[in-house]
C-alpha cells in the first residue's frame, strides 16, 4: 500500500486483494486550495491505474473525473466547510467517485435558467456522469458517482447511461 501525506491531507492508492478492484482515498481540511489538490489526487490515481495496473482509461474519461472531482469539492467548499473525504474505486470498467463531507443539506440541481450566473455545478455532473446517487449519512452526506474509463464509438462513454 503507498501511502501520501502532505500536511492535511492523506491519500491511499491500494489494489484490493484477488478483487480486481483498485481503490483510494483522500482527506481534506477541505479550503479552496484542496479543490487543486483533490483534482492532482484523481489525475495521479488514474495515471497510475493505467501505467502500474494497465488499466484502460480515456483522456475523455480522465477529464470528466478531474472536472466532476473539482464540482463536487468546490460545493463542499461552499455549503459544508470542513472535512471531505474522497475515495476513487476502479471496478471493471467503472470509475466510483465517492464524496463525504459534514453538512447535512443534500445538493439539488436548479432548473434550467439561462440568466443565472453560476450554480450549475450539480448539472454539469449530472451531465457527465454515468450514474449519480446521494445519501444522509449520521453525520454529513455522501454523494457516489459512476463514470465509465472507456469510450464507445463516437468516443462517448461505453456502456449504458441511465439519463
Given at each position: ?81 470542513g472535512p471531505c473525504l474522497l475515495d476513487l474505486e476502479v471496478d471493471g470498467g467503472m470509475l466510483g467517485i465517492t464524496m463525504w463531507d459534514s453538512g447535512s443539506v443534500l445538493?439539488t440541481a436548479l432548473r434550467a435558467d439561462p440568466a443565472r450566473a453560476g450554480q450549475h ?43
Amino acid at each position: 500500500m503507498e501511502r501520501l501525506t502532505t500536511g492535511c491531507v492523506t491519500e491511499q492508492h491500494r489494489p484490493t486483494a484477488g478483487t480486481g478492484v483498485l481503490a483510494g482515498g483522500a482527506a481534506y481540511d477541505m479550503s479552496s486550495g484542496e479543490i487543486s489538490r483533490a483534482r492532482g489526487f484523481v489525475r495521479e490515481f488514474l495515471t497510475d491505474a493505467q501505467s502500474l495496473h494497465g488499466l484502460d482509461v480515456s483522456a475523455r474519461a480522465l477529464d470528466v473525473a478531474q472536472l466532476v472531482v473539482s464540482e463536487l469539492a468546490t460545493n463542499v467548499c461552499k455549503y459544508a466547510p470542513g472535512p471531505c473525504l474522497l475515495d476513487l474505486e476502479v471496478d471493471g470498467g467503472m470509475l466510483g467517485i465517492t464524496m463525504w463531507d459534514s453538512g447535512s443539506v443534500l445538493p439539488t440541481a436548479l432548473r434550467a435558467d439561462p440568466a443565472r450566473a453560476g450554480q450549475h455545478g450539480l448539472e454539469i455532473v449530472l451531465a457527465v456522469c454515468q450514474s449519480f446517487e446521494v445519501r444522509r449519512e449520521p453525520v454529513g452526506k455522501r454523494v457516489r458517482v459512476g463514470i465509465s474509463l472507456l469510450d464507445g464509438p463516437q468516443d462517448d462513454p461505453a456502456g449504458p447511461t441511465p439519463w
